[in-house]
T-cell receptor, first 113, second 111 residues
């Protein structure tokens, strides 16, 4: 059984640029959630996708957007990058919306210069 | 203040000693999850608690949920160097797997 995989592992961008992060969910999982983890803090919920539709969003501006594809893989897009966007971005998948633990990928480390 | 407060923020324990981490919520808990994270890596699922008074154990780790106090604790017995890492509690407020996390507890086990 393949777990959650994220790409790329590391990325360096400059302010104002745009970035796309990718996530392949674990086999059989139709729900993908994205989290942002700043250094020394706990992860913060960005948004969730369930069966290709956005199913909830945290306190993040519209320049954070996403997609989920028919195979349940997902993308996180961030426009107009800011220095504060530097963080570890984590993707998690689960086989449904509730009562099931999420399984996390190893994350993408994004650095903004 | 944060919705989920973890204490302590960090601790150093001698190998073989026990340790306890607490997670207190300011809001009603629907489900409480414990994860472990190595620095800069993804989260590893440890346990899920859903009912008041529920207690689960796996190997040397035990987690409890006190629904009335809106608290959970994670206890490690006879700690080993492999237990070092960051422990995170996550709360599912309204079902749906949209987790709110605490700030984490950094554990170092001295050999």
């Amino acid at each position: 059984e393949t777990g959650v995989t994220q790409s790329p592992t590391h990325l360096i961008k400059t302010r104002g640029q745009q970035v796309t992060l990718r996530c392949s969910s674990q086999s059989g999982h139709n729900t993908v959630s994205w989290y942002q983890q700043a250094l020394g803090q706990g992860p913060q919920f960005i948004f969730q996708y369930y069966r290709e539709e956005e199913n909830g969003r945290g306190n993040f501006p519209p320049r954070f957007s996403g997609l989920q594809f028919p195979n349940y893989s997902s993308e996180l897009n961030v426009n107009a990058l800011e220095l504060d966007d530097s963080a570890l971005y984590l993707c998690a998948s689960s086989p449904g919306l509730s009562n099931q633990p999420q399984h996390f990928g190893d994350g993408t480390r994004l650095s903004i210069l | 203040s944060q919705e989920l407060e973890q204490s302590p923020q960090s601790l150093i324990v001698q190998e073989g000693k026990n340790l306890t981490i607490n997670c207190t919520s300011s809001k009603t808990l629907y489900g409480l999850y414990w994860y472990k994270q190595k620095y800069g890596e993804g989260l590893i699922f440890l346990m899920m608690l859903q009912k008041g008074g529920e207690e689960k154990s796996h190997e040397k780790i035990t987690a409890k949920l006190d629904e009335k106090k809106q608290q959970s604790s994670l206890h490690i017995t006879a700690s080993q160097p492999s237990h070092a890492g960051i422990y995170l509690c996550g709360a599912d407020r309204a079902a749906g797997n949209k987790l709110t996390f605490g700030g984490g507890t950094r554990v170092l086990v001295k050999p």
